[in-house]
Nanobody
């Protein structure tokens, strides 16, 4: 079974940093693109970042571009989201997801497997 487990969330002050991890199992990790999404209180889940199988292609939501970095370590079956210069509006539950194939995707419908999420809270 496909399993995606996020970790690394927590409480951080505005301007601080967090690194989220997504441990993957149950599928050939290096064959799939990965993505990060987030859902803030009272809002729908939004795209954050995506990366293809080889880390050759990345794409970010405008709201996080220049602050967040998506990466992956195929040898460790793990995807990461480095979050710098965090803002209060970044507060959300962050989810990792597996893409439908090896490319990078920014649309939720292209992701077929999801983790349970990890809470990120940014205080002012």
């Amino acid at each position: 079974q496909v399993q995606l487990v996020e970790s690394g969330g927590g409480l951080v002050q505005a301007g601080g940093s967090l690194r989220l991890s997504c441990a993957a199992s149950g599928f050939p990790f290096s064959s799939y693109g990965m993505g990060w999404f987030r859902q803030a209180p009272g809002k729908e889940r939004d795209f954050v970042a995506t990366i293809d199988w080889s880390s050759s292609r990345k794409y970010y939501a405008d709201s996080v571009k220049g602050r967040f970095t998506i990466s992956r370590d195929n040898a460790k079956n793990t995807a990461y989201l480095q979050m710098n210069n965090l803002k209060v509006e970044d507060t959300a539950v962050y989810y990792c997801a597996r893409g439908r194939s090896s490319s990078y995707y920014s649309v939720q419908n292209d992701y077929k497997s999801w983790g349970q999420g990890t809470q990120v809270t940014v205080s002012s």
